[in-house]
């Protein structure tokens, strides 16, 4: 792997704690460095870190706060 690439890991703890679950990774990082990107894109998935996971939990969090008002009603 390029210094840059375990850098890049050693500075994200998520994208690093994710290497370890996921240690098929060492392997294509070590033939590819250049897909560092999709691993970050497969770590947002799962950890649900997208902007249409993070619009899904305000859009949960509002109707419960709506929910909780309307019980207070």
Same mark, same amino acid.
């Given at each position: ?7 890049? +890991? ?25 897909? +560092?990107?999709?691993? +970050?894109? %497969?770590?947002?998935?799962?950890? %649900?870190?997208?902007? %249409? ?21």
């Amino acid at each position: 792997m390029i210094n840059e690439t375990i850098i890049k +890991i050693r500075e994200n703890p998520l994208l690093y704690q994710y290497l370890k679950y996921h240690s098929y990774w060492y392997k294509i990082l070590l033939r590819d460095s250049t897909r +560092i990107n999709e691993m +970050i894109l %497969k770590m947002k998935e799962e950890y %649900k870190l997208t902007a %249409k996971d993070k619009i899904d939990m305000v859009s949960k969090r509002i109707s419960m706060i709506r929910n909780l008002l309307e019980v207070f009603r």
